[in-house]
């Protein structure tokens, strides 16, 4: 099928982007990487009445670290998170994360913020974000804000940003958490089945403040309150990882979906607590 008919503005600058969104108003779509969008385009999902590419945006480009913050650009692209020195520094998790994203075609286009403005359930780098407690920056043209990454992901491919506000990039807290993720999947580079994302500190082998972080199994990426109580504070051994198997019956209510029904999505999801947890015992898993 083809793309339906629409008008193309590139922006060069913030500014720019904020004056093509209030000439084109409602009808405008920003693109960037393109890799879901120009999808929709084809289906007919999407009709937009302009197209606005910020690639050309120098502000939403660029990976520093200050020590405690590590900033990523909403352009950064998904390679760029399996390559950048910085990233495996500070934030292991998503150079662990990135090669489990589709192919190496997506990955050297698809973007950061793409992904997450998209909010896709079963995607692996809103979990990520969440399990770091990151915060994501939304810019419009009245300036910045500062949204937790667990409160930005609201429903099925919804977040809170507003109309005319995108993301403009990420902080990650530099803490020295161990991280890790996992993923069950029919074929390698398909949308998982089921996932989970999480991170912990050891203290003389108790786990503390753990962040298991569920995706393909929800709405959203899901928060395991009740699996991480059961593992605060406990030895890491396989009478703490049984707790919190059981502890998520109170955490996900997954739904049916393509994969398979609600108790299948359960019994990965039990699975992939026992191998990322038994993971931290390796010494090769790296700090967040």
């Known amino acids: 099928m083809k793309w339906p008919a629409m008008g193309y503005a590139r922006a060069r600058s913030l500014a720019e982007l904020w004056s093509a969104l209030e000439t084109h108003g409602d009808a405008a779509q920003i693109i960037a990487g393109g890799q879901t969008l120009l999808a929709t385009l084809a289906f007919r999902l999407s009709e937009p009445g302009s197209l606005i590419d910020i690639t050309g945006i120098a502000e939403l480009r660029g990976i520093s670290s200050n020590g405690q913050v590590l900033r990523l650009g909403a352009l950064t692209l998904h390679a760029d998170l399996c390559s950048d020195p910085l990233v495996k520094a500070h934030a292991p998790l998503l150079a662990a994360a990135a090669p489990l994203i589709a192919h ?46 667990a409160a930005f992901f609201t429903d099925l491919l919804q977040t809170a940003l507003a109309p005319r506000e995108i993301i403009a990039a990420v902080e990650i807290p530099v803490t020295g958490r161990l991280a890790a993720i996992e993923e069950i999947t029919r074929r390698s580079g398909d949308y998982a089945m089921a996932g989970l994302a999480a991170t912990l500190a050891l203290d003389a082998g108790r786990i ?81």
């Open 208 to 288: 503390l403040a753990p962040r298991l972080v569920y995706f393909g199994v929800g709405k959203i990426p899901v928060f395991a309150a009740a699996a991480a109580k059961a593992l605060e504070g406990r030895s890491l051994d396989r009478a703490g990882i049984s707790a919190a198997q059981q502890a998520l019956a109170d955490d996900l209510d997954p739904p049916h979906d393509l994969h398979g029904p609600p108790e299948m999505k359960r019994h990965l999801a039990r699975v992939l607590t026992e191998r990322v947890l038994l993971g931290f015992l390796n010494p090769k898993v790296q700090a967040a």
């Open 104 to 149: 190496p075609a997506i990955r050297n286009r698809g973007t950061l913020g793409g992904s997450l403005a998209y909010a896709d359930p079963a995607a692996e780098l809103p979990a990520c974000m969440v399990a770091l407690d990151a915060t994501i920056i939304a810019a419009s043209a009245q300036g910045e804000r500062r949204i937790p990454a």
